[in-house]
DNA sequence: TAGTATATACAACCATTGGTTGTAAAATGT
DNA sequence: ACATTTTACAACCAATGGTTGTATATACTA
């Protein structure tokens, strides 16, 4: 599920562990765990939950957010603009904001409307 | 095991979910669990992993940080799924969302930039 | 150099939970 | 009022989060 993933995760928190000179040991206790079982999130073999996380970033002194760089996609990064609302949803509302004409808006739902009903046949056929 | 914590973000999870308008078969397949399993992890039975927040962050379109932030459910909500939307353009919203296709959208795009066009240039004329 | 302590690695094992399906009740749309 | 969607809850199972035990490096000090 994801090595990639897990594996540079823990990667990272190995990095800042060795640079805060902790052991394994170390920090293994000082967030209530086997330095066995650290070992398995810094190798990458076990998931790390958000709350395991957020002890790993408190014992070492770092925001989360430091352990989680470079897990943030850049394209999810750029596609949020404000609220939720994709790049394209965003054109999409500021060029239906454009047309005044009361009629030709809703005709374009009606059209939307259709184009779904479609698709969500065609899918289950 | 700190159950607190992870009813928290859980619970965040939900709201922006809620925001975004999406059930939670929705968010669920997109992130490839069940729905039930989603459910678990909004009413905080199950942890979460950071790989699976990072995907939820995706599918929901928000930054990893902000299902981190303890924030005030109510606040969010709000703030995201009113947004200053008429009626009529959430429903627009909702139906452009419900297509998955996604040259079919870019094709409505088009389309609605064509017409906003046409608009503009008839006005002036 | 040996000897002791510290740090990391790896295997075997078990309890918990992450994940599933099935069924039922609310909620929503027409 | 009826059909569909959405959410909730229970039972179940495989996977993994977590443990202890042993082995191998890597210091430190006499």
Redo the contacts with the bound molecule.
Sequence with gaps: ?AKGFKKNIGETIKKYR?ATRM????LAEKI??????L??Y??G???I?VY?LQQISEALRIPISRLLEGQEPEKVAEEISEYGLSKEEKTLLDLFRKIDNKDIKRGLLLELKGIAEIL?KRGID
């Design positions: 599920m060795l052991s394994q040991m170390a209530g765990i086997s330095y066995q079982q070992q398995k810094e190798k073999i076990n998931n939950s395991r969500k």
